[in-house]
């Protein structure tokens, strides 16, 4: 993986000839600080959306922007809550704010299109909402034929690799958190980041329908992840990685008028 695609790697007037002779697409990596049990660490949202977006971008011929650190609230059923320690997380209003100050700022110095590529599953509305919010300052004319795009990463994994990673049955993406998904993803992208060795089993965790405030904090498993990583590995975490990159490299590519594509 090369590290021109990155956007913070780049001299401004590379960027500024860049932008006037090309119409470039940007894309910025949306993650979190959460505690993904005792194997992985804090930063695996952002450190695992900035290689799928840099993945994507070599295919594309896009830019990477530094990655969102902090994300919306971890919530109970989906992050195993926002009251344990190394969460550290920003109110709706922040992950608004800053994705509606970015859009317009991008989309200002000329960027054709700004690809939020999310990592951490509360993040979701609220990037929507900030993304909504940035385009209500331009007019149509200021606008043009420019636009803005949303995805979290998992949505792109397919039934065959599923069938691959999870050969006794796909438990859902909602009980992922600190599990195999992020686990092999990690193992293969990030191999130093993680401690096998540290890695929680027992049974995935059952978590009511509802969402109670304050949670009841004994319904996430003593681990913070809400299921084991059994079975995660670096070869599986590849098979991931390469699916996942290329279908959102062939969905955008399809999105983008003048992507070269080397999918
Ligand atoms: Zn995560
Ligand atoms: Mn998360």
Redesign the pocket.
Known sequence: MSSNVFLDQLDAHTLRDRLENEKLALIIPV??L?Q?GPH?PLG??AM?STKVAAGVAEKLGALVAPAFAYGYKSQQKS?GGNHLVGTTSLSAATVIAQTKDLVTSYLKQGFQQIIFLN???ENYQFLYEGMDLALESFNKEQLGDRYTLLLSYWDYVGEETLAQVYPNGFPGWDI???GVL?TALMLHLSPHSVDMSRAPGGPAAVLPKFDRLPVVAARTPQSGCLSAPDGATAEKGKLLYDDAVSAIAADLALELADAAVAV
């Open positions: 993650g979190s959460e993904h992985l695996t949202d695992l992050g990592g951490h599953y992922e958190h600190g992020e």
